[in-house]
T-cell receptor, first 111, second 113 residues
Framework: EAQVTQNPRYLITVTGKKLTVTCSQN?????MSWYRQDPGLGLRQIYY???????DKGDVPEGYKVSRKEKRNFPLILESPSPNQTSLYFC??????????FGPGTRLTVL | EDKVVQSPLSLVVHEGDTVTLNCSYE??????LLWYKQEKKAPTFLFML????IEKKSGRLSSILDKKELFSILNITATQTGDSAIYLC?????????????FGQGTILTVHP
């Protein structure tokens, strides 16, 4: 089944403790992206990647890092999480037709 | 900075009503406009529009793009309770091979029986 998977689905952590949210897709898509969704603000793009080793900043990249060492994986790294990074995070991938497939979401709470 | 504004932010209707959701945008190097439906989980793709004036249709949903006036509408006819969701509009800017997506804040649609 074609899908985008994210782990963990839910995470509660404390300020400053490094964490990684994994994202994997099995559709051989070149384009992958991370978003955060906050009430009243819609989805905001954090980082995107057009292919292996090619990444670029979206609209809200501060406090986040990404890497794209393999085509299928695009982890999101929070080196020192802060409470304002409490949000719902989505990973997405798309092929050349640009229809984005979204993962199930990761709900992160930073205390 | 690219910008997408959706209106209304929230809409409550009764089953059978027709609704029109609006999306206006400002983007450099426009490539496409996309509509998504989000229920209690991840957004799911509805339409992608690239050409002005050509209606995309799927069942009771339809959408059209006006590239001159920089907006799109999403129409839902004969609404059902299952149409209750957040509807998201996104605009893709052409960067290199792929575009950067900017989303609007969404319209929350509630359909009462």
């Amino acid at each position: 089944e074609a899908q985008v998977t994210q782990n963990p689905r839910y995470l509660i952590t404390v300020t400053g403790k490094k964490l990684t949210v994994t994202c994997s897709q099995n559709m051989n898509h070149e384009y992958m992206s991370w978003y955060r969704q906050d009430p009243g603000l819609g989805l905001r793009q954090i980082y995107y990647s057009m292919n292996v080793e090619v990444t670029d900043k979206g609209d809200v990249p501060e406090g986040y890092k990404v890497s794209r060492k393999e085509k299928r994986n695009f982890p999101l790294i929070l080196e020192s999480p802060s409470p304002n990074q409490t949000s719902l995070y989505f990973c997405a991938s798309s092929g050349r037709d640009n229809e984005q497939f979204f993962g199930p979401g990761t709900r992160l709470t930073v205390l | 900075e690219d910008k997408v504004v959706q209106s209304p932010l929230s809409l409550v209707v009764h089953e059978g009503d027709t609704v029109t959701l609006n999306c206006s945008y400002e983007v450099t190097n426009f490539r496409s406009l996309l509509w998504y439906k989000q229920e209690k989980k991840a957004p799911t793709f509805l339409f992608m529009l690239t050409s002005s004036g050509i209606e995309k249709k799927s069942g009771r949903l339809s959408s059209i793009l006006d590239k001159k006036e920089l907006f799109s509408i999403l129409n839902i006819t004969a609404t059902q309770t299952g149409d209750s969701a957040i509807y998201l509009c996104a605009v893709e800017a052409a960067v290199t091979s792929y575009g950067k997506l900017t989303f609007g804040q969404g319209t929350i649609l509630t359909v009462h029986p």
